[in-house]
């Protein structure tokens, strides 16, 4: 007898590569059990649809990726090694985990009502890491910008890949990012 959170969970394993595959609007039902080896009623015992697979699969990549930032940052001690950490390790994870990456960014994904939970959650999430590590490193006196105050979006939006100007502090985080070696 199979165990049905085991089963469960090989659904959304195989689910999570044919939608990395071909997206989530190309990946049908079909394609799901046919790498499965079993029928679509098997599946749908588990999940009503794709819509819900597709959640869970993001879901999923959402916890692994919230393991592996935890992991990063508390294997260094001091605060700019743990941002350094946490940024790298996020950009090295987003590319592997290509269906929470769309779910947070794709546009097309929009109208779909989990979408919007699960990036409400990946932003309250992340700003509240950034906050921490920005407000360790400033009572530690470790981040070299002590006296600039930057908003921990300021943080965020460099960890996304977009470029700011803030009293210099920009070039200091992009260069503190690029003197570590991976």
């Known amino acids: 007898m199979v165990d049905k959170e085991e089963y469960r969970a090989r659904i959304i394993r195989t689910a999570s590569r044919i939608f990395s595959h071909y997206g989530f609007r190309k990946t049908t039902m079909d394609e799901i059990s046919r790498a499965l080896k079993k029928g679509k009623s098997s599946i749908y015992y588990y999940f009503p649809g794709k819509e819900e ?61 989990f979408i919007e939970k699960i990036r409400a959650r990946y932003d ?40 700011f100007r803030y009293s210099g502090a920009g070039a200091k985080l992009t260069s503190i990012i690029a003197s570590r070696r991976y």
């Open 53 to 113: 697979i597709f959640e869970a699969v993001v879901l999923y990549e959402a916890n692994q990726l919230r393991r592996r930032l935890t992991a990063a940052i508390k294997e260094v001690d001091s605060p700019p090694d743990k941002l350094r950490n946490y940024i790298y390790v996020r950009m090295r994870e987003f590319a592997k985990l290509s269906n929470y990456y769309n779910a947070v960014f794709d546009k097309n994904l929009d109208h779909y009502e």
């Open 124 to 163: 309250r999430e992340e700003l509240a890491i950034i906050r921490l590590l920005v407000y360790v490193g400033n009572n530690r006196v470790h981040l070299p910008w002590r006296t600039v105050s930057i908003p921990p979006w300021r943080y965020r939006q460099c960890s996304r890949g977009w470029r």
